[in-house]
């Protein structure tokens, strides 16, 4: 006797046919990809029970994640190119410096001023020396300071402000400390840079007693030159602007005193001379 058990196929209430999904997809810019809805395609299956939930589900999950992504996108790009731009530009050519601009000046009128030359990256504040500064939408230079000048740089609302620095003796016991010696105001005036240069006349002064020590230094030195001779002549140069006449004349006689000067000893004397006239120019 043969015993026969009726077996019964998985699911026999659907017809088995092939199944194929479609995954609709939406990309941009071929990088960033999402999901749109994700459908069962085959009609015989769409009827089982309550599987039409979990599909449910799934699309409105995805579509919700879609949407995130895409307005992420959007204000990432409202961002980037929603920015204000900055003005960039570099020095024209010149024989004095370089076109790479090294340190760029906005002013508060919207107005940029770039730096061509060397800055002492150990000075604190940072100082320049042998540079060119330019206008940006100019094809030539404002001007150059020459290596031998030492300036800081600062800007106050639409104006930049170069303060020339020097090492003058007016410290305790005449020890020499550096200070300003002018400042140079540029600025716009529509399209033209105008500039004002003004003397700092806050300079420390010498005493009554301090001048005639420099006036003893003087008459006692011995001819020749040396480093303590052009020491003299700096504090000559403090005494002079601190209202002493026979300082101002010893200073006019150094070089009959002391011989001839020339090289850097020339172009020191001339550099002080040069001060004197400026700040009898500017009293």
């Known amino acids: 006797m043969t015993t026969e058990k009726e077996s019964r196929p998985h699911n026999s209430s659907y017809p088995q046919v092939a199944v194929q999904w479609l995954n609709q997809v939406l990309c941009f810019y071929q990088s960033l990809c999402f999901t749109e809805s994700e459908v069962l395609r085959n009609r015989h299956l769409s009827v089982a029970a309550k599987r039409w939930v979990h599909y449910k589900n799934l699309l409105t999950t995805t579509m919700n994640r879609g949407k995130l992504i895409l307005l992420m996108t959007v204000l990432g790009f409202t961002s980037v190119f929603g920015q204000e731009k900055k003005e960039v530009c570099d020095c024209p050519k010149t024989q004095f410096a370089g076109t790479k601009a090294d340190t760029t000046f ?3 009128n919207g107005r940029t001023i770039v730096l061509c ?5 150990k000075s604190k504040p940072t100082t320049y020396s042998e540079f060119v500064l330019a206008a940006c939408g100019q094809d030539t230079i404002i001007d150059f300071w020459g290596a031998v000048l030492t300036c800081k740089l600062r800007v106050n609302n639409d104006t930049l402000l170069v303060d020339q ?3 003058l003796p007016i410290g305790e016991n005449f020890n020499y400390r550096e200070t300003v010696w002018t400042t140079e105001k540029i600025y716009f005036s529509g399209q033209r840079v105008a500039r004002k240069l003004e003397v700092n006349r806050q300079i420390i002064k010498y005493t009554k007693a301090e001048i005639q020590i420099v006036l003893k230094s003087y008459e006692s030195a011995k001819p020749g030159l040396d480093d303590s001779k052009m020491g003299i002549a700096n504090k000559l140069f403090i005494a002079i602007i601190s209202g002493d006449k ?4 010893y200073f006019k006689d150094f070089k009959t005193k002391f011989g001839i000067l020339d090289g850097a000893f020339a172009e020191e004397y001339n550099d002080l001379t040069a001060m004197i006239a400026l700040w009898d120019k500017t009293e």
């Open 246 to 249: 026979i300082a101002r004349q």
């Open 165 to 167: 620095l020097h090492n």
């Open 106 to 108: 906005s002013l508060s």
């Open 117 to 121: 030359g060397y800055k002492n990256p």
